[in-house]
Antibody
């Protein structure tokens, strides 16, 4: 059974960089057809797709965040990561990592999710 | 970006009720729509993808229909554990986008 687990600081100061890692177990992140990504949810609000990465390294980001986001993959550790720079209070949210699709099917939805981690931006 | 509008935003229902939630897309997305259920403090769980394909392990009382710009999620007989918030998500094109959610509450 595929499992994903987010890790990283729960508190980030304004203007600094939010860094999270998603560790994948029960399957290899190296399978070339899968797409891995990040979604966030501000407290009491809806879901927002941040972006994602294919095994080959191709990335797609939400245009609203593109200038501040970097997603990368480390196949040796079976992990992928999120960096969001110049954070403000508006970036306070629960951040989820997920397997977001399979290029073999052409369907891009989250079938496996991490439990989510709350990141608060505050001084 | 493709905007998804869900209705209603809130829904009060009783156990055993038939519940229908609508998701409208700002432009045609063929059948590239997924539905999720989210309970407080938990990650979303996919129920349906490709508009009408039931995800493995999801009870058959959940069904999805539609194509183009209008989609529905139906729960044929609402169970106590299904009081939750439901979201649609289009997987037609980037950026992937979600609807605003429908909270199903106990009447």
């Amino acid at each position: 059974q595929l499992q994903l687990q987010e890790s990283g600081p729960g508190l980030v100061k304004p203007s600094e960089t939010l860094s999270l890692t998603c560790s994948v177990s029960g399957g290899s992140i190296s399978r070339s057809s899968y797409y891995w990504g990040w979604i966030r949810q501000p407290p009491g609000k809806g879901l927002e797709w941040i972006g994602g990465i294919y095994y080959g390294g191709s990335t797609y980001y939400n245009p609203s965040l593109k200038s501040r986001v970097t997603i990368s993959v480390d196949t040796s550790k079976n992990q992928f990561s999120l960096k969001l720079n110049s954070v403000t209070a508006a970036d306070t949210a629960v951040y989820y990592c997920a397997r977001l699709g399979d290029t073999l099917t052409g369907y891009y939805y989250g079938d496996y999710w991490g439990q989510g981690t709350l990141v608060t931006v505050s001084s | 970006d493709i905007q998804l509008t869900q209705s209603p935003s809130f829904l009060s229902a009783s156990v055993g009720d038939r519940v229908t939630i609508t998701c409208r897309a700002s432009q045609g997305i063929s059948s590239y729509l997924a539905w999720y259920q989210q309970k407080p403090g938990k990650a979303p769980k996919v129920l349906i993808y490709a508009a009408s394909t039931l995800q493995s392990g999801v009870p058959s009382r959940f069904s999805g229909s539609g194509s183009g710009t209008e989609f529905t999620l139906t729960i044929s007989s609402l169970q106590p554990e299904e009081f939750a918030t439901y979201y649609c998500q289009q997987h037609h094109s980037y950026p992937l986008t979600f609807g605003g959610g429908t909270k199903v509450e106990i009447k």
